[in-house]
């Protein structure tokens, strides 16, 4: 495999098959999304809690699996991390097919011992299959990286338009098949299954590239430190709290296996890790928040005019993907050539900034979608772009610190992010609502960064109409403001960006470190 010939069959081959490989984690995602929120609750009897939980169940395990793998697949190779990932979709599939079988044709008291016997397959089966996703993820940005290794940002970015591309793609399917699913939903199951067969098929032809740490002669004990301590403690707060959380675990028992794995961790390496690798890190828990955890309020914004304009609310999802697939395929080069990753991660941090500020307040359809373009446009680069720079800067640790920092991202987006953002929303509501009114509808409530009050929709509707109406209305005003609050992620991205803009220029500009591959001894 080499980069000097980037257009031959079998690096095209390998490229496209990572780039379906992608197609096919967001083609998960959307189709559990759909059916989480519609045709699953109905036939599992699920509330909303049980159903968010379910739900979750895909997400979490896809940080462990990609953290896990990135310290193994330089020995046990990308082929079969490739294999593993996609047993992971076969098994899900199985399991799903057979909760669908199950509660088919039954009714009553059978119908609920069915459920209780299926429900086990969906969830299981989903935690299978963010493992899956994970795997994806832990061997095909190395990949790429090794490939196009003098330009890794430009190439991640393309690659990672499979993402949004594939959110379009089967959210187009998923709009135009809604018609069928009530009767049948295993459809969307199978939409799963068919691109990954696909990059099964492409993948299998080809010879996967030694990766650039290892080529390079770096052991696997320098790709730890170049990771160091620092970064193993982070990461490992993040998984245990998520597990914890999971599981139910004691607080003990949480601290107690952050504080032995960094142990175990700092005595075989000997390193607190690259300070501009930490600093990266950090980066990456606001930038993960401003782009997954904002997106689930933006969406939910833009739900309530899709639907009064008689719009299926998933063409917000598909609008916004169909903009960052765009950018990432066709617009990643020209414009990392001309600003720079760090200048373009601060022209990004700007542009949302000013699409969030904007989205707080506005009312109509058209504006609601001319700030959520300039969100869209802000929000493009910031994952791929982060990677490359990672990769372009921390060489050395190879897959690990490539995957890890994704890894960081996605974990404090499920831990922190998402319920943070919660708090905000909630926070405004009780600012806005009288606090005679707020004492009769409130509950207290608790989560990793400790109590918090909210309404209780409950409570709310005991009060009956118009009251309850009134604070119904009085609510969503709120929660859409509080993306005004939202907006402290991008601001500290657009200092911190700033800081590492002064830092290279002190070195002499933003240059990729080269592991002179071919110049060392392997």
């Not at 980066?283 to 401003?290: E, G, S, V």
Request: hydrophobic residues 50%; contains cysteine; aromatic residues 14%.
């Amino acid at each position: 495999m080499s980069e000097e010939n980037p257009n031959s069959r079998s690096n095209q081959l390998l490229f496209w098959g990572c780039f379906i490989a992608l197609v096919t984690t967001a083609f998960a995602f959307i189709t559990r999304t759909f059916l989480v929120n519609g045709q699953w609750s109905v036939d599992f009897d699920l509330d909303k809690v049980v159903a968010l939980k379910l739900f979750g169940a895909g997400i979490w395990p896809f940080a462990i699996s990609i953290i896990v793998f990135s310290l193994i697949i330089d020995r046990i190779g990308y082929k079969i991390a490739m294999l593993f990932s996609f047993c992971c979709y076969v098994v899900y599939t199985a399991m799903a097919l057979f909760a669908y079988y199950l509660i088919q044709g039954v009714e009553g008291t059978e119908l609920a011992e069915r459920q209780d016997l299926a429900y086990p397959l969906l969830y299981w089966g989903s935690v299978i299959l963010g493992l899956g996703n994970g795997t994806v993820e832990a061997y095909i940005n190395p990949i790429v990286a090794t490939m196009y290794r003098k330009e890794k940002t430009k190439w991640l970015n393309i690659l990672h338009a499979g993402w949004p591309g594939g959110l379009v793609l089967g959210g187009l399917l998923t709009i135009g098949l809604s018609g069928f699913i009530a009767g049948n939903w295993t459809i969307m199951i199978y939409l799963i299954a068919l691109p990954a067969v696909v990059f099964l098929i492409m993948l299998l032809q080809v010879d996967f590239p030694e990766n650039e740490r290892v080529a390079s002669g770096t052991s696997h004990k320098e790709m730890l430190a170049e990771f160091g301590v620092l970064g193993a403690l982070l990461a490992s707060v993040l998984i245990f709290h998520q597990l914890g959380e999971v599981f139910s675990w004691p607080a003990y028992l949480i601290w107690g296996l952050i504080i032995v794995s960094s142990v175990v961790y700092w005595m075989y390496c000997r390193s607190v890790g690259r300070p501009i690798l930490f600093f990266l890190c950090l980066i990456m828990m606001p930038l993960a928040t401003t782009e997954i955890g904002a997106d689930g309020a933006i969406t939910g914004i833009l739900k309530a005019p899709l639907e009064a304009n008689k719009f299926n609310p998933l063409w917000a999802l598909v609008y916004t993907s169909a903009i960052m697939a765009v950018l990432r395929f066709w617009f990643s080069g020209p414009i990392v050539a001309r600003l720079t990753p760090i200048g373009l991660l601060m022209a990004s941090s700007a542009l949302a900034i000013l699409g969030l500020f904007y989205l707080a307040t506005v009312q109509s359809i058209w504006a609601l979608f001319i700030f959520a373009t300039l969100y869209g446009f802000g929000k493009t680069f910031f994952w791929p772009t982060m990677l490359g720079v990672v990769s372009e800067q921390c060489p050395k640790g190879g897959a690990l610190t490539l995957n890890a920092i994704a890894g960081i991202g996605m974990l404090t987006v499920g831990v922190v992010g998402l319920p943070f953002i919660g708090q905000l929303q909630e926070d405004e509501s009780r600012n806005r609502i009288a606090p005679e009114d707020y004492a009769q509808v409130s509950k207290t409530n608790s989560y990793v960064l400790g109590e918090y009050t909210a309404v209780d929709d409950d409570k709310r509707k005991a009060l009956g109409e118009p009251k309850a109406t009134e604070l119904l209305d009085t609510i969503k005003e709120a929660r859409q403001f509080s993306l005004r609050k939202v907006v402290v992620f991008p601001v500290a991205m657009l200092v911190a960006y700033g800081l590492l803009a002064l830092f290279f220029r002190a070195r002499g500009g933003y240059r990729t470190v080269d592991l002179n591959i071919g110049k060392k001894e392997e």
